[in-house]
């Protein structure tokens, strides 16, 4: 994949380029973003900011990293520079909106599923930022310490510090929900 894009960019098709890593990166941008912002329609608009972002730095991308590191990194660094702006701290918005997740089998495992995703989800999301942040890289992005570390510019030390502690107030938190159930 990353020799396509290499190609793209070589033969001066920049805008194929985008498009071909918005067809592939999109939607793990967009749920990267949400983990963020916590709001899917701002979580769209930051996603295609990030994407005009990465159009306009691809004269600096110099192909050390891969090229997914390097838009985790963008997308990363955006986010945060949003959530730290003086917009998001003083607008706020009235419409909650969610992503549920489709049926595949009978109703009430569907159900019980659901409930497991969105109670830990739910729990993931209240996590203070540093906290949400590794532990969305690691378990549903899939990415190694060191991966982190150099998208986050955060030591690995300290990324392993905050996955144990982030560990730690999720299995407090699930733990403290069930047995009130």
């Not at 290499?6 to 890593?21: H, P, Q, R, S, V």
């Not at 107030?169 to 699930?174: F, V, W």
Request: glycine content about 4%; overall charge negative.
């Amino acid at each position: 994949m990353e020799e396509l894009f290499t190609e793209y960019l070589e033969a001066g098709e920049e805008d194929i380029w985008l498009d071909e890593i918005m067809t592939v990166y999109g939607q793990d941008i967009l749920q990267l973003v949400y983990s963020y912002v916590k709001n899917l329609t701002v979580a769209e608009d930051l996603t295609q900011e990030i994407f005009v972002k990465c159009y306009k730095a691809l004269p600096t991308y110099k192909k050390q990293s891969k090229l997914r590191t390097w838009l985790w990194e963008i997308a990363i660094n955006h986010c945060k520079d949003y959530l730290k702006s003086w917009y998001h701290r003083n607008i706020e918005y009235t419409v909650d909106e969610r992503v549920e997740p489709q049926a595949t089998v009978s109703v009430e495992e569907t159900i019980l599923k659901l409930d497991e995703d969105q109670m830990l989800s739910h729990t993931v999301m209240n996590l203070p930022i540093k906290y949400r942040e590794v532990i969305y890289l690691f378990y549903f992005q899939e990415l190694s310490i060191k991966e982190i570390s150099e998208m986050t510019g955060i030591s690995q030390g300290t990324i392993k510090i905050r996955m144990r502690r982030a560990k730690a107030m999720l299995k407090e938190k699930l733990e403290g929900d069930n047995d009130g159930r």
